[in-house]
């Protein structure tokens, strides 16, 4: 927690298991995280880190057989994983809302961006005159800056390319002006040409509303450029968590640095580069000390049995890892 | 064990693209009327040398995968010429002449130009580079010298007419000999199939690029079924291939025991090294990667790009490497080649690329990308507009209607690719013709 700054959302030891045929798989082990007021922070990690369940989780839709096993959700003061399927559906949309990755698949292909977008105004801000529905529509479009907003409006999502219906969504998830956007890998399906308007109309747009945002990603490069504050997750758990530029200045955690020194960067080129040995770990499995124990180059004896714990190894930014926990921090 | 390929390599191009075409026609109606084309590549000329990597990027619907296939004829080109290990002189030779049938069918040729393209015919006929039956030589040479009098003797215009056909007629008898004999896509059928081993392409879903009920050694060694054992080696079929499975296997970075499992069995990474490895079992020379990380993720593509590097030296390997990703088409490449809406922008060396990027589009696309580093946070604007659809390309510049800096010209003119100096080519109004002072003050 940091003094000075009112927190919207606080994620503790939050646990999220799918119990398998063949075991339990533990997708989150015991998440902590603290969203503020307007900021926007990254979760970033690799495919199968958990990172897209930690959204779903807040919204309360984790996929069946998965559950919420332990821990606790607390947004503006309410507990989320204690509140009913009914006074659920009205934080949805209204008060946190969501950006999926697929822009194509997360549209209803049988009605029109008109109707679609006019249903979430008119379910939660109760606005019934079709005039003014629709005039709500049009000023819904014309603030993702879509051109001829009227024409939209009457449009099916396959007659819209990929880049238009992202800025579709946008308008859907800030439609009602939520407290907190959760937006899942915007940008992974465009191009990075139609990337770089997505990410600067989500950036502005989050800041005229006073939202706060959660970007998930992969890519460090949107991470960088958009958020305040960055979490790298892996295996389930958040290993680092620290302001942007502290972050990429100074990772500590053993896999950040190697998540950062793996990426190609543009204008750097070298002959090789440093890879991260072996693959993510198999989530079935647990492990009583760090997951990340068989691929670092720096592991000492207490990594594969003791479980790190979380330390703040300077003013605002936490890890945990067995090299930082001794009497450094 | 020894080095695959070519211990020594023979230098210049392994191949040349020569103006490659690839349309698909829109079907309409239940006559199946064709009634459009999707222009997904036109005009594409490139050459790749030996041992080097060229990149190809663009964004999604540019036409770079059909580019890639289609140098494989895994789709047929419908116009163009793709040569493979031709000698250099008669591929020049072939552009020139090509050249100088643009010219004779936009009736823009003089007398002069007559004579030099008859010239070179006979130049290129009497030089014995050309591996065509020599009667066929025999007859052609002929010709040639015939038109090189006809050319010299033409003084009026309707003379001129009259030879330029004729010129027409015989630069398509040669131009046709020899695509037949060193073009891969006129080739016939089963001499192509020799070449095929030599070429190779790693697809960009490993997922649905391996057979899920195919072991892994069934996979690797699938083209010996096609193509016969391996060539190295002694002894019985099914040892000699079991060997060099073997070893490519470990080349790849996996073991042994891997062989008898099945795709499902292994990670996304993991799968891409066995694509690499069914890709190299047969030792080609030339492999086309078509966005082989684009599925992975970052660590796990680390691991990919570095074992593609270092396959490359050892083997000898040519890549044409596809990808969306400029900081990983940087990274492997020896040249970049840009593309948009199905032509190619710019071409140059990584390095010269990157120092001093020229076309508009290829600047934007630079700018756009998010750069892991917040010190160099900035605001990228990204393109206006949306990528016009290839079904009916904008006239002049594909990229006019989102340019920023057009001229009059561009909205008329289809700029030609032309060289700017040290091997960076651009094809854009603002860098060729008289504009090029104005534009570096």
Known sequence: MIAGREPILEIRALKVQFPMEEGTVTALDGVDLIVYRRESIGIVGETGCGKSMTAFSILRLVPPPGKITSGSIIFKGHELTKLSDDQMRSVRGKMISMIFQDPGTSLDPVFTIGSQLGEVIELHQNIHDRALLNAKVVDMLKMVRIAAPENVAKQYPHELSGGMKQRVMIALA????PDLLIADEPTTALDVTIQAQVLN???????????????????????????DRVCIMYAGRIVEEAETFELFRTPLHPYTWGLLHAFPKLGQKKDELSAIRGTVPNLMKPFPGCPFVDRCDKSVAACSNVRPDRVEAAPGHFVSCHLYSGGGA | MEAIGDPVPAPGPLLDVVELEK???????????????VHAAEGVSISIMRGETLGLVGESGCGKTTVGRSILMLLRPTGGYVFFEAPGEVVNAFRVLLAARKRLMARRMTVGDAGRTAEAMVALLSSGSLDIPSDKCSKLLERAEEMRTLASRASTQKALDAVGKKITWLLDDLMGEVARRYCINHRSRDSLKKLRARMQIVFQDPYSSLDPRHTVERIVGEGFRIHGPPKTGLGERAIVERERIHEIIEEVGLSHDHLSRLPHEFSGGQKQRIAL??????EPDFVVLDEPTSALDVSVQAQVLNLLKRLQEKLNLTYLFISHDLSVVEHMSDRIAVMYLGKIVELAPTDEFFKNVTHPYSKALVASIPIPDPMQRKERKGIEGEVPSPVNPPKGCRFHPRCTLTLPKCRTDEPELVDIGGGHMVACHLYCGPMVTTVSS
């Open chain 2, 277 to 282: 490895a069914r890709a190299l079992a047969l």
């Open chain 1, 201 to 227: 109309l989500l950036k502005s747009l989050v800041k005229n509303f006073g939202s706060s945002m959660i970007l998930i990603t992969h890519n460090l490069g949107v991470v960088a450029e958009t958020c």
């Open chain 2, 23 to 37: 349309l698909f026609p829109v079907k309409k109606g239940v006559i199946g009327r064709t009634v459009a084309h």
């Open chain 1, 174 to 177: 800030l439609s009602c002006s």
